[in-house]
Structure formats: C-alpha cells, structure tokens
C-alpha cells in the first residue's frame, strides 16, 4: 500500500472500548481518584468531572511491537509511529469532535502490535466547573475557582506525577499503574524524551500501554488507516476541595484521558 492512502482521519470524544491505552495526567491526586458525585454536600477527597475544554499538544503517536518504556527512557527501536509532527499539533479534546490538522500521517509497518504509544507536551490547557452544595465552581486563569462570572482558560503544566505542577521532597517522573484493562506506563522527559532527572525541566511526557487480552492491533496490506479517539468524560478535570471541611472548591486541575487506535 503507497504511504500516502494511509490516513489517521479523525479524533472524537469515544466511550467505546478497543484497542486503546489510558495516559494519567492527574497532577495532585492520583488518577485514580474516583469521578465526583452529582452536587454533593461535601467532598471528602479530589475527584474528577468531564472538562469544558482539554487541549493538547501530539508530537508522535504510533504502535510497538514490545513495550518502549522497559527501559529508563523510551525506546521506539520496536514501534512504527502512525502520526509525527515537529511542531506538535493542538487539539481541544473536550469536545464531540475534533480533526487533526498538520503533521504527517506514516503507514506503519505491516506486524501485530501489542503496545500503543504517544508522546506530548507535559503541558495541558484546560477549563471546567462544578456544582458543589447548590453552588457552581467556575476555574479561573490561575487553576483556581470563583463562584462568579463563567470558567475561564488555563494552562496546567506536569513536572512531577507526584506533585503534578509543583516538585515534592522526592519528584516522580515516572508512572505504572495496573488497570482493569491493561497496564499503562509514563515518563517525564525532555525534547529527546529521555527521563527527567531535575524537577521543573521537563516538557514532554510519554505513555505506553499493553491491553490485559491477548488481542492485538494487526496491521496487514489491506489496512486503509486509524481512527483515534479519546474519552475525557468524567475523569479528565480534577476537583481539589478545600483542605478544612471539604465544603467548597477550592482548585482545579488536569485528570485522566483515555486515547484508542481503530484500524479500517
């Protein structure tokens, strides 16, 4: 098949399930954090809700063979990228539908695939509220939260998986979890994406994914392209309330996404 008919046509919010991989970009609470109750009394501990907006920046997404993140830093010597751009391509996920535009589209080679990949910016615009005790929370430019006038635009940044956009005592930039569908791997990194080992330089972040089946994504002549979908609702915006009582909100901030690779 000529490299040129092979097209990645379209992003679009999905609750499907497939062949796909979970990057967990929760900055102050795990990403394990459970999805918020409906206007609650009180909140007990951060949740998460489905964002108003949720951009982000692909610098290469693509398919492996055997796991790039075994190692300390990422190793693509087994993968086949299906989309690369120098620049990096935004696109606001949050919504319904959203279109690729840029990078160039790579035919990968003809193989089974077990692992997905994709690597980004480490930094995540995003916007949202939240109804807590009959009162509307609205994010503000800042991540914070006013009861007042509607959600504003702001930017999140992850330095560290533990501390999300601040550096703990010991900074974190890598990530493991086990998952009811497989298990998901992340590293923070630098343009060349080799691990950070210095808190507050990262600028990429790349995750891996092998689903729990034995399934795999084979790719063969007669494959025409992928779609690639993501799924924000309910876990991609992270409700941090207040410390004292739990009564109000008191910060906003990024939460989980679930991209996924449908060949056609």
Not at 47 to 55: L, M
Not at 104 to 122: G, H, I, L, W
């Amino acid at each position: 098949m000529a490299a040129n008919s092979f097209r990645n046509l379209l992003l679009k919010a999905s609750t499907g399930v497939g062949f796909c991989f979970a990057i967990f970009m929760a900055f102050t609470e795990p990403a394990r954090s459970a999805t918020c109750a409906d206007n609650p009394s009180s909140l007990s501990t951060s949740c998460t809700v489905t964002p108003e907006r949720y951009v982000i920046t692909v610098y290469e997404m693509g398919l492996c063979t055997s796991d790039p993140l075994s190692g300390t830093n990422f190793d693509g010597s087994s993968c086949s990228a299906t989309l690369t751009s120098a620049d990096g391509i935004s696109v606001d996920i949050a919504g319904a539908t959203a279109t690729l535009s840029g990078g160039t589209d790579v035919r990968p080679a003809s193989a089974a695939y077990e692992y997905a990949y994709v690597k980004m910016s480490n930094s995540f615009g995003l916007r949202g509220s939240y109804q807590l005790n009959n009162t509307t929370y609205y994010s503000t430019s800042s991540g914070g939260s006013t009861t007042s006038g509607s959600s504003t635009n702001f930017t999140s940044t992850l330095y560290d998986f533990d501390g999300g956009g601040t550096c703990t005592g010991s900074p974190s930039y890598s990530a493991s979890e086990s998952l009811s569908g497989g298990t998901m791997k992340a590293r923070l990194a630098d343009s060349s994406y080799t691990t950070s080992t210095s808190c507050g330089g990262s600028t990429r972040v790349v995750g891996s994914f092998k689903p729990t089946t034995t399934d795999t994504l084979t790719i063969t002549e007669s494959t025409k392209g992928l779609q690639v979908s993501f799924t924000t609702t309910g876990i991609a915006l992270t409700v941090i309330p207040d410390s004292e009582t739990g009564a109000t909100v008191a910060s906003f901030d990024g939460g989980p996404f679930q991209p996924q690779f449908e060949k056609f």
